[in-house]
C-alpha cells in the first residue's frame, strides 16, 4: 500500500519519504507492512478474466460480474471480488441524463426580427432578494417592435399558472402576438405554457441554451430593472406589494 501510496505523490524523488511518516500520515500501524499480502495462484487469471468482462460489459457491476466469474467455474465469493473490483479501479459509467433543449440559434434575435406591433413579445425573469433574505421573482414581458414593457410582475414565487394568468390578461387588453421569444427556462417550456400557446395560435420561439445575446431587447429591459428598481431602491418586506407596471423601458 505505502508503494501506491509513494507513487501517488507529487515530487521527483517520492520514494525518499520514510515508511514511518507514511504511517504516521496515514494513520497507521507500521506492524501492517511487516507481512505482504500472499497472493493467491489464481488471482492473475481472475484478474484477467475480470478486465475482459468488464471490456465486454462496461454496465456491469462487480454482483454482476461475479456472477459471470462464478458461471464460468470460478471458485470466488462475492468480497474477494469487490476487494479485486476496488483494486483494479473499475467503476461503472453513470448514465447522462438528456436534457430538454428546445432552443435553435434560428430563433435569436439576429434572424427573426420583429416586423411589427404584436408580432415578437420576449419575457424574462429577475431573481432577487429583499432586506431580510426573502426571494423575490420578477416577470418581464416586452414588445420588441416598440420596445414597451407589457407586464413588469413581481411575487415571492411564480409558477406556470401565474404565468398563465399574466398571459391571459394580456392577451385580453394588447392582443395576441404571433411570436413569442424566451430562454430554455423551466417556467417557460412547461406543458401547460406550450399548450396554452399552442391552443393560442402563438409560436414560440426558444433560443439557443447559454446564448442570452439572443434575445437581446429583454436583456436590456433586465438591467434597467436592475439598475433603477432594485440597485436603487431595495425591497423592504413591511411595505412590499406585488404590482404590474407597463410603459416603455
Given at each position: 500500500?505505502?508503494?501506491?501510496?509513494?507513487?501517488?505523490?507529487?515530487?521527483?524523488?517520492?520514494?525518499?519519504?520514510?515508511?514511518?511518516?507514511?504511517?504516521?500520515?496515514?494513520?497507521?500501524?507500521?506492524?501492517?507492512?511487516?507481512?505482504?499480502?500472499?497472493?493467491?495462484?489464481?488471482?492473475?487469471?481472475?484478474?484477467?478474466?475480470?478486465?475482459?468482462?468488464?471490456?465486454?460489459?462496461?454496465?456491469?457491476?462487480?454482483?454482476?460480474?461475479?456472477?459471470?466469474?462464478?458461471?464460468?467455474?470460478?471458485?470466488?465469493?462475492?468480497?474477494?471480488?469487490?476487494?479485486?473490483?476496488?483494486?483494479?479501479?473499475?467503476?461503472?459509467?453513470?448514465?447522462?441524463?438528456k436534457k430538454r433543449r428546445l432552443g435553435i440559434s434560428a430563433n435569436g434575435i439576429v434572424r427573426r426580427r420583429a416586423a411589427g406591433v404584436n408580432d415578437v413579445w420576449c419575457w424574462d425573469f429577475i431573481h432577487d432578494r429583499d432586506e431580510q433574505g426573502r426571494p423575490l421573482k420578477w416577470l418581464i414581458i416586452e414588445d420588441e417592435f416598440t420596445r414597451e414593457g407589457l407586464a413588469l410582475e413581481v411575487e415571492r414565487s411564480i409558477k406556470a399558472d401565474d404565468v398563465l394568468d399574466v398571459l391571459r390578461e394580456l392577451f385580453l387588453a394588447r392582443g395576441v402576438p404571433r411570436h413569442i421569444r424566451s430562454d430554455n427556462g423551466p417556467e417557460f417550456i412547461a406543458q401547460a405554457i406550450r399548450a396554452y400557446l399552442n391552443a393560442a395560435g402563438v409560436e414560440t420561439l426558444y433560443i439557443e441554451p447559454g446564448a442570452p445575446w439572443q434575445k437581446d431587447h429583454v436583456a436590456c429591459c433586465t438591467s434597467w430593472v436592475e439598475c433603477v428598481t432594485i440597485c436603487g431602491n431595495r425591497h423592504r418586506s413591511d411595505s412590499f406589494r406585488p404590482w404590474l407596471l407597463t410603459g416603455w423601458l
Open positions: 500500500m505505502l508503494d501506491r501510496v509513494r507513487r501517488a505523490l507529487p515530487g521527483e524523488e517520492p520514494e525518499r519519504i520514510s515508511e514511518r511518516r507514511l504511517c504516521r500520515v496515514l494513520n497507521q500501524p507500521r506492524s501492517t507492512q511487516r507481512r505482504p499480502r500472499k497472493v493467491k495462484d489464481d488471482e492473475p487469471a481472475i484478474v484477467k478474466r475480470m478486465h475482459a468482462l468488464v471490456r465486454r460489459w462496461p454496465r456491469f457491476g462487480y454482483r454482476r460480474i461475479h456472477a459471470l466469474l462464478r458461471r464460468e467455474g470460478f471458485r470466488i465469493n462475492r468480497k474477494r471480488v469487490y476487494r479485486l473490483w476496488k483494486q483494479e479501479g473499475f467503476k461503472v459509467p453513470q448514465m447522462q441524463r
